[in-house]
């Protein structure tokens, strides 16, 4: 079972090449695992996860104990796609390189939730744009290089090419013994940035990619999908706030009155309070909203007493055609198909 999710976390597989190289280092991995809480085994259950206010003692234990000032970027390096999972996978059944970037935006809280990505052309360049969660702990030059050299080595093994960083923009200062960074990654690097930015050749945005599978991208995506809706009720479930607006919004479905001014309301709070507290979460009420529909139409659908129109109206869905749209999306095919196929 998934544990609980701590504000911030990561999946123990991304984190799985740290312990791969103190084990080529000849470390014992038990103390590590120690301060982590975790156990052999869970390096390989996907559902294990990292609380991230632990990574800073992690990796400073790791540069301690293997005597290597570098650790971040040697670790990092080592990063193979199946460490990330089936956002991995995805990315291998990609045709084009602008796939993967918008699959990970979009899946990237199914690895983790410490850096919030963004990915965009800005003059000649196409730029990779990775920021620190609103909240999270302050990360070390560690954390920052292993994600950097991660970064790097799952582009080249993805798209590979002229996929090169062109140069890249780093959130901490440089070190003062010097920076292994540039002559490993081989691009310039400027310090004391806000966050993470690595801009490539524009021409990698549209590289076309070989072993594309869109059979195989397209029932992936459907897994990746109902996954991120697990993980968004886990947060909600988890958390005492959360879990009443999805009440609220539930309540009020059916009446059409499920809009984000009449739960604050409800809450006896400003419309402004409510969507604050909701960006400390990282979600929306949209997508509470959204999540709130899905759940329950899971439910609806399987009661054969039940029209389709009525599941519609008892979601708030002004027309049965939305409803039918919003349901394609959520579970890949049509609610008529899905009740036959159940």
């Not at 013994?177 to 050749?201: C, K, N, Q, T």
């Not at 607006?245 to 499920?258: D, H, M, P, S, W």
Request: aromatic share 10%; proline share 5%; glycine share 6%.
């Amino acid at each position: 079972m998934p544990q609980k999710l701590a504000k911030h976390w990561t999946s123990i597989g991304y984190f799985r090449p740290i312990f791969d190289y103190l084990r080529a280092a000849g470390q014992p991995r038990a103390p590590y695992l120690k301060l982590l809480g975790l156990s052999e085994a869970d390096l390989s259950n996907p559902d294990v996860r990292i609380d991230n206010s632990l990574l800073h003692p992690l990796f400073q234990m790791a540069e301690r104990e293997c005597g290597d000032p570098n650790i971040g970027l040697h670790a990092g390096l080592t990063m193979q796609v199946q460490h990330i999972g089936i956002v991995g996978l995805l990315a291998m059944s990609c045709q084009y390189a602008r796939e993967i970037f918008e699959l990970h935006a979009r899946y990237q809280s199914l690895i983790g939730d410490g850096f919030v990505f963004n990915y965009y052309l800005i003059d000649d360049a196409f730029c990779v744009d990775a920021a620190v969660a609103t909240g999270h702990p302050p990360l070390g030059r560690q954390e920052y290089e292993y994600s950097l050299a991660g970064l790097y080595r799952l582009q080249s093994q993805l798209i590979g090419g002229d996929s090169a960083f062109q140069r890249i923009e780093l959130p901490f200062e440089r070190p003062p013994a010097g920076s292994a960074i540039e002559s490993l990654l081989d691009a310039p690097v400027s310090y004391g940035h806000d966050r993470i930015r690595i801009f490539l050749a524009k021409s990698v945005y549209d590289a076309e990619l070989v072993g594309a599978d869109p059979h195989i991208k397209q029932l992936l995506e459907t897994q990746a999908h109902q996954r991120l809706l697990q993980l968004r009720g886990e947060q909600a479930s988890s958390d005492p706030m959360l879990a009443r607006i999805r009440e609220l919004i539930a309540e009020r479905l059916a009446y059409g009155t499920a809009s984000l001014e009449s739960i604050a309301d409800a809450m006896q709070v400003s419309v402004r309070t409510l969507q604050r507290q909701l960006d400390q979460h990282d979600t929306r009420f949209t997508q509470l909203l959204d999540d709130t529909r899905q759940d329950l139409a899971r439910r609806y659908i399987s009661n054969a007493e039940l029209s389709l129109l009525e599941i519609a109206m008892m979601l708030g869905f002004a027309e049965q055609s939305s409803f039918n749209r919003a349901f394609k999306r959520w579970f890949g095919e049509s609610p008529g198909a899905y009740r036959r196929n159940s």
